[in-house]
Nanobody, 122 residues
Framework: QVQLVESGGGLVQPGGSLRVSCAASGFIFSTYYMSWVRQAPGKGLEWVSTINTNGESADYADSVKGRFTISRDNAKNTLYLQMNSLKPEDTALYYC???????????????WGQGTEVAVSS
């Protein structure tokens, strides 16, 4: 079965950096676009970034553009999100998400991980 397991969250000071990871299994990772979606305390889901199947193209929300970098290692079935210049408003539960269908994205996700918590505070 499809499994997405996030890791790497934690507490970081404003201006700091953190990298979160998502280990995927149960499907052919290299054929699916992958995304990060976050949920801040008391707020709704916010799309963060999406990467294509070979890792050569990515989209970002305006709120993270220039600070976050999404990447993937298809040999390791792992998705990453490098977060730099973190701000308190980046505090959220970060989810890894997989599109419903291979080879393209409709920004509709059929599978989600359990999330990893990122807290940005001094």
């Amino acid at each position: 079965q499809v499994q997405l397991v996030e890791s790497g969250g934690g507490l970081v000071q404003p201006g700091g950096s953190l990298r979160v990871s998502c280990a995927a299994s149960g499907f052919i990772f290299s054929t699916y676009y992958m995304s990060w979606v976050r949920q801040a305390p008391g707020k709704g889901l916010e799309w963060v970034s999406t990467i294509n199947t070979n890792g050569e193209s990515a989209d970002y929300a305006d709120s993270v553009k220039g600070r976050f970098t999404i990447s993937r290692d298809n040999a390791k079935n792992t998705l990453y999100l490098q977060m730099n210049s973190l701000k308190p408003e980046d505090t959220a539960l970060y989810y890894c998400a997989r599109d419903c269908y291979p080879h393209s994205t409709l920004y509709e996700y059929c599978y989600w991980g359990q999330g990893t918590e990122v807290a940005v505070s001094s």
